[in-house]
């Protein structure tokens, strides 16, 4: 059963935007962690950005090649988390997958996809030259 489910994904031309949403699908759990990861034809997946709780504390986290570019945000009251992709770039091009983790809410380990334990099927982004 899919328990994530992505949206926004598309075509856009280079230096073009797209809005990444991702919303519970049934069930929906208590998500301390909610991330975006993408994975490119005949690359390895890797992280893009997650957001959590830190105490009280709403934290952001962006690998380095996002800074700048890419916006998380995250609805906590809906468990809806967004990406904000600005001046795409052909290299973005990938499937971008949503994750969660109802059980890991640390800041040092947000980029380890092995801390999530919930995925969604993903949504193709595609950046044309």
């Known amino acids: 059963q899919v328990l994530l489910v992505e949206s926004g994904g598309g075509l856009v031309q280079a230096g073009g935007s797209l809005r990444l949403s991702c919303a519970p699908s049934g069930r929906t759990f208590n998500w301390d962690t909610m991330g975006w990861f993408r994975q490119a034809p005949g690359k390895e997946r890797e992280f893009v950005a997650a957001?959590?709780?830190?105490?009280?504390?709403?934290?952001?986290y962006y690998a380095d090649s996002m800074k700048g570019r890419f916006t998380i945000s995250r609805d906590v009251a809906k468990n809806t988390m967004y990406l904000q992709m600005n001046s795409l770039k052909p290299e973005d091009t990938a499937v971008y997958y949503c994750?969660?983790?109802?059980?890991?809410?640390?800041?040092?380990?947000?980029?380890?996809?092995?801390?999530?334990?919930?995925w969604g099927q993903g949504t193709q982004v595609t950046v044309s030259s």
């Open positions: 957001t959590t709780w830190s105490g009280s504390v709403y934290y952001a």
């Open positions: 994750a969660a983790s109802t059980s890991y809410s640390g800041t040092t380990g947000l980029a380890d996809g092995n801390n999530y334990n919930y």
